[in-house]
């Protein structure tokens, strides 16, 4: 019994001996009236006066990236309700419509329940794995086994770690675990998430990560894919807030798709996938042409006179640049040519709007913002589109500004932890240099994260290398919080490479697609009732650091990803004579406040989370935020916010080549150069390896490249648009019943179903009605689903989100669990493509499809 729940038990003890045995649940209604109870209100939490037990205990949702604070009502020991943590200065109470789904996964009877062993051998999505199950004790004896085996025969980089979803506590087994086995892979998922888009905001303002938009103070929205209320990284606060936006703002969605925040929105302009960046560059262009930049962020020409024509080249020298860098080199070498008439052939936008658009924004700069998202950058060609649309940000002086975007807060934490070099031997020294299993780095994929050649992870490509066992083959996998097989394009390579793995244990709740191809399944807590972690957030000027703390009787025989199995992992490795890692644990993992390593694993998930965030609740933390008395006030809070950005504070001093927003990208030409001398090339012949269209200095700056589609439009004569859900937690919404049921919250899809909507203009040229079943398939396979007619969709395009489509993950999820789908995977017919420059799998713009009646 811990402080809390001796103090609700006596409270309730108070409570019954005054009430004379009176039951509580009687009472509550008219407790106002009452004047016993009246007079005891003082000394008692609210919420306990309305249901006479439980209590609210601080967590974290990770149902998306918005990562909000919350607080989960416990009684006996279950977790009954969530809301919004209200010591979270981002979003307060307000939330999400999803955050309760988080209830139904806790208490999925589907749930993997003890470790389990497969026993037949031959694995592929035909095989049954006929998974037993077993101890922990012999699951971790054997997956030691196999790491040990690895080491005698030097082989430890064939050792892999693949990382799913995450919490900042996950350095151990992510990457110090990987290191002192001695490999070098240690592999996430962020490029089949967003990296395309850091990509426009790392190399012109020097920001590796998101932005936050200041929606209250704003003007003016453009935003490009995002779809703020029902997705991107802040939906509870955007849509607390949006109702306001709306009054004050003009808000433009350019999406294919009718979004939620497209059909609030003042205008929705429908764009044909692949075509945003001729957009956003003709916006770019009209605005110079008549002048709408902001002046005090970008400067001006010498004499006051605009010279930019269209068509014509600029002189360099008559133009005095403040904050930014190279806005009329960025002319000369593009941008002269994207006049709204280019646009308006080119990529079928009205001339008008583009006009008008530009015309607006100029009008409220640099009280203006414009967002970038997965839908317009996470394509073939994304960087350059990342790129373009973020420059609108610098024309309209909108970076660090009010009512516009600017980066997270500062928020220290120890999310790195200590070096592993001494506990690093020769076996794992050697084995740590070699290649990386996802081929970054090579000449056609730059993956050019933070200026680095290779420096960025190649998600979506680690299957086709395993099949090609190139480099080499992964013989021991360990992976948690991932379902590649599910949530990576052409799910189809996954199946192949997971199955010739020699020996693969899969940490989940759910015994998923990825799950099915593995040896070992290594049951976890689930991430918001159970475990302890630490996550980030930001939004409305601050950012906040909110914990992830167990708050219900833990379900089932299960384990903390992120703590306690590395901890186990390495209590079995030291038994087998190898004990760095258990040293590394005992030595370097100490409590900040005590510098004792735990005392067992029942004190190590806590420590791991007190030790991230020790730079918060220690003497510093007034620094960056708000000062807390100790690790206790923050587990008691469960969030520290940080102080408000300042405003303007990167001006000159932005983290790239030139500390200048960078219109000609120094910092890009920097990173691509380097990376053409790697391999004894010029920068043209990585342009064309990497499958982009702009070369010499036109490759430096935010050019229009042409989408690149993927099959014949004679077979294929429609373009897919894939979305996320309102209700998608990522790939894990699918067993719960509640996200079928209110699944018409995303708009033109109907309840229960898993929805392709298409324009009536093209259902009735193929003789499609709404409930028909369809085939839909692409130049990889095919998906079956429902059709519905809707008038969101542009004519040409059919859209469908993502999350359906499960053969395994459980009863709710599956039609036939192992065996059959329910509804259709989208990333069954996305192909395989790449944002090379960045590494990141392409999702949209490529894909051609036809649509039949089945
Ligand atoms: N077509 C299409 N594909 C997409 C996207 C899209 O919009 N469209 N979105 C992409 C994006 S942005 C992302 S980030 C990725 C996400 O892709 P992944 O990182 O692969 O994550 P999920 O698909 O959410 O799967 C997580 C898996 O972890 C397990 N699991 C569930 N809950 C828990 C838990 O609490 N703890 C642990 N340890 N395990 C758990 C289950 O096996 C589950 O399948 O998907 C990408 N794929
Ligand atoms: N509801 C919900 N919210 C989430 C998540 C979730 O699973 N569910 N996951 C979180 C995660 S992991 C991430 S990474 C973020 C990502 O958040 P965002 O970066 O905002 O990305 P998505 O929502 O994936 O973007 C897809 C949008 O792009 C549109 N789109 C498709 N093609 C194009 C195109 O060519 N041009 C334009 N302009 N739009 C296009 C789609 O219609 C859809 O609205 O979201 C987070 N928020
Ligand atoms: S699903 Fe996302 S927006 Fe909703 S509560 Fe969870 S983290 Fe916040
Ligand atoms: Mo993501």
Redesign the pocket.
Known sequence: MNNSDQFNASRRQLLKRSLGGTTLLGLTGGFAFNPMLEAMAADLPKVDLRTGTGQWVPTTCQ????WCAKQVYIMDGRAIKVRGNPHSKIHDTSS?P?QFLGLQQVYDPDRLQSPMIRTNPNKGRDEDPMFQPISWDKAMDLLADKIMALREKNETHKYALMRG?YSLCNDLLYSKMTAMIGSPNNISHSSI??EA?KMGHYYMDGNWGYMQYDVKNTKYIL??????I????Q?SFYSSEWGNTLDQAKVV?????L?A??AKAHKW?P??????SALALAIAHHALVKGLWHKPFVGDFNDGKNRFVAGQEVDDSSFSETHTYGIVKWWNLALKDYTPEWAEQTAGIAAADIRTIAEEMGAVAPNVQV?????????TRGTY?SMACHALNGIFGSIDNEGGVFPYNKAPLNKNFPDPDAYMDAIAKKGKKHEKIDQRGRLELPALKKGKSGKGVVTGNVATALNAADPYNIEVMLAYFNNFAFSSPESKQWEKALSNINFMAHITTNISEFSWFADLLLPSTHHMFEKWGVLNAAGNGVSHVSLQKPSIKRMYDTRQDESEVPYLLAQKLAEKGFDLPWRYINEQLLDPETGKPAKSIDEFPELLAKYVTAPIWGEDGHKYGEQLSGWDELKEKGVWNTHEYQLKSRWSKFKTETHKFEFYSKSFEKALTKHAKKHHVDVNTVVDACEYSGYDKVAFVPNYQA?IRDGSAKEFPLLF?????????????ANSSWYYEFKDVDPGDIAGEDTAKINPIDGKKLGLKTGDRVRITSTVGSIECTIALWEGIRPGSV?KC??QGHWAYGRTASKEFGKTARGGNNNTIIPTRFDRFSGASA???HIRIRVEKV
């Open positions: 149902g998306c990236t918005s999400c999803r979803r998430c967003a888009h935003s490009f894919g995002a779809d703020p029902a997705s991107n990284r939906v969605i350019v999406d294919p798709r979004s925040s497209a302009i764009i044909e996938t692949g075509q945003d967002w970038n998202a997965r839908g317009a950058v996470m394509q589109t989408p648009v894939d979305q996320k859900s309102r209700l998608n937690h990522e790939g894990r919404s859209a993502f999350g999702f949209y713009g």
